[in-house]
C-alpha cells in the first residue's frame, strides 16, 4: 500500500470486492477512502452499515470523465474495481461493456496519471485470455490500455500503473455459489449449464491479498495472477449439496449460456515464457519494446516456449472433499448453514 495519509479511492466500491477492499482498509488505516459508484441504493445501505466518517461517497460513473476527476483529486492510490462483470448482459449489449469496462477504464487510467496517483491497480479476470465473449474481449482491452499507458509514462512516472487478473471469487454477487445455495434452499433444482465445466476458486480474501501484493511489489506496468485450485461445476453441487444435507437435491442440466467456456485460463503459454514466479503468485511484466517496426522483421526475443497456457483442465484439481473443505472457509457459507439448521 502507497504511503502517507492521501486518501484512497476504490472505483465500484459497493460491488463485491469493492466492499471487501473498503472494510479490510477500514482495519488497517486511517485514512479517507473514497467510494465512486453509480448505485446511490447501495451507497446509501453501506452508509448506513457503516457509519464511519473515514469512508466519503461519490455518485458517479466512471464513463464520465468529470466524475472520475472529483474523486480521483487529491487521492494516493486507486483499487479500479468498477466493471460490466456478467458474460450474458455484456453479450447482449456489448457496447455497454465497452463503454464500461474499456472506456471507463480509460478515464480513470487517464485521470489517475494526471493527477500524479501514486498507485493504479486495474482488476482484471480469467476470461480476458483467449477471450471469446464480450466481457473477456472488454477486460483484455483494459489490460491493453493499462499498459499501453504504463508504457508511453515510463519507469520513473509519478503513477505506476499495474493489474491483476483471477478466476471466479467465491460466493461473489452474481456467481453460482449464491444460486445454488438459494435454489436449495427454496426446493428448486439446481441449474447448471455443463457440469464438467471446469472453473478456478478464489476466496475473496485471496483476491483482496492479490490487490495489495500488487500494490506492495508492482513495476511499471506489471500484471500479477494468483495460483489458485480448480473444480468441475458436478463437484462443486456435490459438495453444497453433501454440506446442506441434501444429496437427492434435483439438479437440472439447461444447456450452455451465450458464450461460455468449458475451462478458463489465467495465463496463457506466451505469459508465462517471461513470467517471473513469485511462489503464490505470478509476476507478468510489461513487454516495453516501442514501435520499432524493423526490430520485428530482423529479431525477436530468445525465448524457451512454455508449452502450455494455465487453465482451469490443468490446476489443482479440488475434489468433492477438497470444495467442501474450502467452502467451510467462507463467512457466507458458515452463516447460510447455519440458518438452513434453524
Known sequence: MPQGDSPLLITGGTGSFGKTILRELLHSSEREIRVLSRDEEKQDALRNELRDPRVRFFIGDIRDRTSVDRAVKGVGAIF???????????EFFPLEAVRTNVLGSENVIRSAIENQVESLVCLSTDKAVHPINAMGISKAMMEKLAHAAAREVGTDAATTISCVRYGNVMYSRG??????????????????????????????????????????NA?????????????T???????????????????????WRHAEKLAETLASAQELSTAEDLGDYWRIQL??????????????????????????????????????QLLLTLAEIRSELDSWAR
Not at 479500479?80 to 455484456?90: F, G, M, R, T, Y
Open 175 to 216: 456467481s453460482v455459489i449464491p444460486l445454488f445455495i438459494a435454489q436449495i434452499k427454496a426446493g428448486r433444482p439446481i441449474t447448471v449449464t455443463e457440469p464438467e465445466m471446469t472453473r478456478f476458486l478464489m476466496p475473496l480474501r485471496d483476491s483482496v491479498e492479490l490487490v495489495r501484493f500488487a500494490f506492495a
Open 80 to 90: 479500479h474495481a468498477a466493471a460490466l462483470k456478467q458474460v450474458p448482459s455484456c
Open 219 to 231: 513495476r511499471q506496468g506489471d500484471l500479477f495472477i494468483r495460483k489458485a485450485p480448480a473444480a
Open 233 to 255: 461445476i458436478a463437484d462443486l453441487i456435490a459438495a453444497l449439496k453433501d454440506l446442506f444435507g441434501v444429496p437427492d437435491h434435483p439438479v437440472q442440466v439447461i444447456g
Open 287 to 324: 513487454d516495453s519494446r516501442d514501435l520499432n517496426y524493423s526490430a520485428y522483421f530482423s529479431e525477436g526475443d530468445d525465448l524457451s516456449p512454455q508449452l502450455e497456457d494455465f487453465h482451469s483442465h490443468n490446476a489443482e484439481r479440488l475434489d468433492v472433499e477438497g470444495v467442501k
